[in-house]
């Protein structure tokens, strides 16, 4: 008998046939033996559909007092999933019970709509399941040491669910979505994706980071701060399947690197259009001009991504970088207002139609040329690279939003990921 944590995302728990069939396949697992702890999101779209409503009272969310609000307002799609999952598996027999993240409690900071989990009081939950319960908790839900309602933001449920199953050390956390498994890249983009059968930690934080949206990224800086068995596997797949089987499906993230396994170079493409770049030109190239320019942008609150200085011409230089794109009309309000005037920069420029096309290996380590394969199938694309970054197993550029999906494309085929016959298309709803 072994403590399990499965988690649901939005699409899984989608209707209250879906809801039915989570319940039955979590029933099979209880009755296997296994303790139970369920994670589920909310029904898929409720999380926009909340946050749309805000938006039109509010459409500028700054203040901490209205993103406070936002998270009163978002946490609820998980209550109602919660109840309505806890309900169907009283249906199928099972003792349920079901908690918000404060009854819990899962205590994180105060940083609306994007917490952090600083600690998770198990006891409740670990009364409840040696009294034969199966437990559902909401993801994405927190609260601070003043008894505010938090959210971990979007994709939050799975960070839920490895910080619960960390928590409780549990055997295992299982992640179950609309795919089968974390893939070389989003199937959706890449219909010739593959899916991996294993990935490892560093590979999948890097891809989360870049963009994948499979995994939120601190679900799996958790799953690797604290060793948690992580899978990510299908609930599309009949509910009544051999629980082995199951178990046994999907994708793993693996914490050693698997020696006899054939390394690949690239492992896995990622791409993100969440952010914009902005340029502030001719300022001087002096000590502490970087300094100058990101110093206020940290200070108001906006997470820079990729920077690049240009080499100057007569003492003066261009600054460029990229923010999220929610963050772009700040940040120019501010290059403009504040940066520019201060540091004597010439013009401000942004472009809110980029995106970042990153190929991800632990392969690359102990390879040469990788990066310039990289350049060398976008040029012959045509595809114009404005910005690059690297790091030991990673290479970001910056490039047109409207080439995303060809470049996407390109590399996957130029580095050898494409199946002949990918399996994804029959699980895609
Ligand atoms: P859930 O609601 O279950 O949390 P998400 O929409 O958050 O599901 O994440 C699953 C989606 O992630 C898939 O439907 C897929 O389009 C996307 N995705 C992006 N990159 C990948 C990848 N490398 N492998 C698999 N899925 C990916
Ligand atoms: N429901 C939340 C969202 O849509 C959390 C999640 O799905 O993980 O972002
Ligand atoms: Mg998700």
Redesign the pocket.
Same mark, same amino acid.
């Not at 988690?7 to 899984?12: A, E, F, M, N, R």
């Not at 992640?175 to 795919?179: G, M, S």
């Given at each position: 008998m072994a403590l399990i944590v499965h988690?649901?995302?939005?699409?899984?728990m989608g209707s209250t046939e879906r809801i039915r069939n989570v319940a039955k396949r979590v029933a099979k697992w209880a009755r296997a033996g296994h303790q139970m702890v369920v994670v589920p999101?909310a029904m898929?779209g409720e999380t926009n559909r909340l946050l749309g409503l805000a938006k039109d009272l509010s459409p500028v969310q700054q203040t901490p007092a209205m993103l406070r609000e936002l998270d009163m307002i978002a946490c609820t799609g998980e209550q109602v999933s919660v109840g309505l999952l806890s309900l169907a598996l009283q249906s199928e027999g099972m003792d349920a019970v079901s908690y918000n993240g404060w009854q819990v409690p899962v205590i994180t900071d105060s940083s609306y709509t994007k917490a952090r989990i600083q600690s998770i009081d198990d006891a409740r939950v670990r009364a409840d399941l040696a009294a034969g319960k199966v437990v559902v908790i909401t993801g994405l839900q927190g609260i601070d040491e003043d008894k505010n309602v938090t959210t971990l933001g979007r994709?939050g449920?799975?960070t839920s669910a490895v910080a619960i199953a960390a928590a409780m050390k549990a055997a295992e956390c299982l992640? /179950? #979505?609309?795919?089968d498994? *974390? /893939? #070389?890249?989003?199937?959706? *983009?890449v219909p010739e994706?593959r899916?991996?059968h294993t990935v490892s930690f560093e590979e999948m934080l890097e891809?989360a980071s870049l963009?994948?949206?499979?995994?939120?990224i601190r679900s799996v800086e958790f799953a690797g701060k604290y060793r948690v068995p992580l899978r990510?596997l299908s609930?599309f797949t009949p509910w009544d399947i051999n629980i082995d089987e199951e178990a046994k499906s999907g994708?793993l993230i693996t914490f050693e690197e698997d020696e006899k396994m054939e390394q690949a170079v690239v492992s896995?493409?990622?791409f993100n259009r969440d952010e914009a770049k902005v340029t502030v030109m001719g300022v001087p190239d002096k000590p502490g001009i970087a300094y100058q320019i990101l110093g206020d942008v940290a200070e108001a609150n906006i997470d820079v991504d990729v920077i690049i200085q240009n080499v100057s011409h007569d003492g003066k230089t261009d600054f460029s970088f990229t923010v999220h794109r929610n963050d772009f009309q700040r940040t120019m309000e501010l290059l403009k207002t504040k940066v520019a005037p201060a540091t004597g920069a010439a013009t401000v420029l942004g472009d809110p139609k980029i995106c970042k096309v990153s190929i991800v290996g632990i392969g690359m380590r102990s390879h040469v040329g990788v990066a310039s394969k990289m350049f060398r199938t976008l040029s012959e694309e045509g595809i114009n690279i404005q910005m690059i970054t690297t790091s030991e197993i990673k290479t970001s550029v910056v490039i047109d939003e409207k080439y995303m999906e060809l470049a996407v494309r390109a590399l996957h085929k130029a580095f050898d990921l494409d199946a002949d016959n990918s399996p994804v298309a029959e699980n895609?709803s």
């Open positions: 988690k649901y995302g939005g699409t899984s999101s898929s994709g449920s799975d992640i /179950y #979505t609309d795919v498994g *974390v /893939y #070389t890249t989003d199937p959706r *983009v994706a899916r991996l891809m963009g994948s949206k499979v995994l939120q990510v609930s994708t896995g493409i990622a895609m």
